[in-house]
């Protein structure tokens, strides 16, 4: 069964920092763009943060950019979204999704995981 | 970047009623779009992609249609595991995904 599973978050001041996992398994985890993608309380949802199968390329919304990095360790199957300056807006379930397989950035999300919930507060 | 509009916001119906929801994209994109269900604290499940194409296990009451900046999902007869927000996305551009700001479907 293809599963991805969050965690990492947490309630946090702003301007805090952390780092939310996710699990991936059931897939060949290498092969495949995936991204993050969050949902505030009353809100839609918001993409975040895409990667490619190899790490080499990220991609960024704009209110995130410079201060979100999203990573991978295939070795581990694990993907990682660092967030610094944490604002009150950031507040959010943040999920992780799977994306296209190797060159294919142009694609549907599918599974996703249940999300971890990051909430910023002082 | 692409806006993604909605519509209806909200949507009230009853069981076995058809009920159809519009996504209107702000620039074309021609069918690289998806459709999903999300239910309250659960993950967002896929159900229509390209437009069209029905995800495998998706009831057959479900279908989409459209092309260029008109969209809409169609439920033929509503069941009551149905009662849920519903997304639309575009996948066009390749360094931005926007949804839409989501359907609540509720129960009349």
């Known amino acids: 069964e293809v599963q991805l599973v969050e965690s990492g978050g947490d309630l946090i001041q702003p301007g805090g920092s952390l780092r939310l996992s996710c699990e991936a398994s059931?897939?060949?985890?290498?092969?495949?763009?995936m991204h993050w993608v969050r949902h505030a309380p009353g809100k839609g949802l918001v993409w975040v943060s895409g990667i490619n199968s190899d790490g080499s390329i990220t991609r960024y919304a704009d209110s995130v950019k410079g201060r979100f990095t999203m990573s991978r360790d295939n070795a581990k199957n694990t993907l990682y979204l660092q967030v610094n300056s944490l604002r009150a807006e950031d507040m959010a379930v943040y999920h992780c999704?799977?994306?296209?397989?190797?060159?294919?950035?142009?694609?549907?999300?599918?599974?996703w995981g249940q999300g971890t919930l990051v909430t910023v507060s002082s | 970047d692409i806006q993604m509009t909605q519509s209806p916001s909200t949507l009230s119906a009853s069981v076995g009623d058809r009920v159809t929801i519009t996504c209107r994209a702000s620039q074309r994109i021609n069918t690289w779009l998806a459709w999903y269900q999300q239910k309250p604290g659960k993950a967002p499940k896929l159900l229509i992609y390209d437009a069209s194409s029905l995800d495998g296990g998706v009831p057959s009451r479900f279908s989409g249609s459209g092309s260029g900046t008109e969209f809409t999902l169609t439920i033929s007869s509503l069941q009551p595991d149905d009662f849920a927000t519903y997304y639309c996305q575009q996948y066009n551009t390749y360094s931005l995904y926007t949804f839409g700001q989501g359907t609540k479907l509720e129960i009349k």
């Open positions: 999704a799977r994306g296209g397989l190797g060159r294919l950035e142009s694609y549907w999300f599918d599974p």
């Open positions: 059931g897939f060949t985890f290498s092969s495949y763009w």
